[in-house]
């Protein structure tokens, strides 16, 4: 079992930058964040794999985000600049258990945080 606990959302202007945070407890494989809009699928943002060697990033975040993870303290980041307005979502934190494959997908997850919200204004 693998629990996971975001922090850092909240409130940015258009062009700032958010770090967020992802605390688990248990042995994961690679790790990833997705968000979420009202009426729209989870969808992927980045991933990194066990090693921190290897990150895959959704195309409108190439450039934007950074993945990192510290396995020393079992914790995954996303660092997030030149926010737009539609960044905007409900950022989840998701860890693969098995496996040396890197999800990309939400189905290829095993556990989910609880979500934190992001909100850039304009």
């Known amino acids: 079992q693998v629990q996971l606990v975001e922090s850092g959302g909240g409130l940015a202007q258009a062009g700032g930058s958010l770090r967020l945070s992802c605390a688990a407890s248990g042995r994961t494989v690679s790790m990833g964040w997705f968000r979420q809009t009202p009426g729209k699928e989870r969808e992927f943002v980045a991933a990194?794999?066990?090693?921190?060697?290897?990150?895959y990033y959704a195309d409108s975040m190439k450039g934007r985000f950074t993945i990192s993870r510290d396995n020393a303290k079992n914790t995954v980041y996303l660092q997030m600049n030149s926010l737009k307005p539609e960044d905007t979502a409900v950022y989840y934190c998701?860890?693969?258990?098995?496996?040396?494959?890197?999800?990309?997908?939400?189905?290829?997850?095993?556990?989910w945080g609880q979500g934190t919200q992001v909100t850039v204004s304009s």
């Open positions: 998701a860890a693969k258990t098995k496996g040396i494959v890197v999800g990309t997908h939400r189905l290829e997850y095993d556990y």
């Open positions: 990194v794999s066990w090693s921190g060697s290897n990150t």
